[in-house]
C-alpha cells in the first residue's frame, strides 16, 4: 500500500469520526487491490503486512467499513460475500457460472440507481443487478452455462 492510499483511507475515516487503525488500513488494502474478494481473500492478503490478524477480526472489520460506506458487499448465489472499495455509482456485477470470476458492469443508463420501478412507495437509491454467465475462458475450456429456464 502507497503512503498516499494511506493517508486517503485515514482521511476517509477522520471525516467519520473513525480511529485509523492497522488491521482497517490493511484490510481496506487488501480489498482495493483484490475486488471482489471474500473475508478469507482479504486474511491472507492482510497477513502479508500483519501477520497476527485473525478471520474474525477481518469479519468486524469488513462489517464495520461496509456500514461506513467505506466498502460494498456483494453476495452472489451460491457464494460467501465479497467486498469492493467501488462504492457510489451504483455499477452492476456478471458472475461466471464456471469459474465464479466477477466483473463489473457499469450503470446502463449511467446514473443511479439505473432501474426504476414500476411502481413503489421508497425512494429507491440502488438497483442491484447481477448478470450470470460463461466467462471467455470458461467457454473456450467447454464448461456449459446454466440450464435455461423453464417456460
Known sequence: ???QDTAGWAGQLHAQDRRVT????????????????????????????????????VYV??????????????????SPARYETRIG???HHAVCTGCG??????????HAPCLTPSSSTMTI?????????????CADAGVASLPAPLP
Open 22 to 57: 492497522r488491521q482497517r488500513l490493511a484490510v481496506l488494502a487488501a480489498v482495493e487491490q483484490s475486488p471482489h474478494a471474500t473475508a478469507e481473500a482479504v486474511l491472507a492478503a492482510a497477513r502479508s503486512e500483519l501477520p497476527q490478524l485473525t478471520l474474525q477480526s
Open 89 to 91: 455509482d451504483n455499477h
Open 61 to 78: 472489520v469488513l462489517s464495520d467499513l461496509t456500514t461506513w460506506g467505506m466498502l460494498r458487499r456483494i453476495e452472489p448465489p451460491n
Open 101 to 110: 470470476r466477477i466483473e463489473d458492469v457499469d450503470c446502463a443508463v449511467g
Open 1 to 3: 500500500m502507497t503512503s
Open 125 to 137: 437509491r440502488i438497483a442491484d443487478v447481477l448478470y450470470q454467465g460463461v466467462c471467455t475462458d
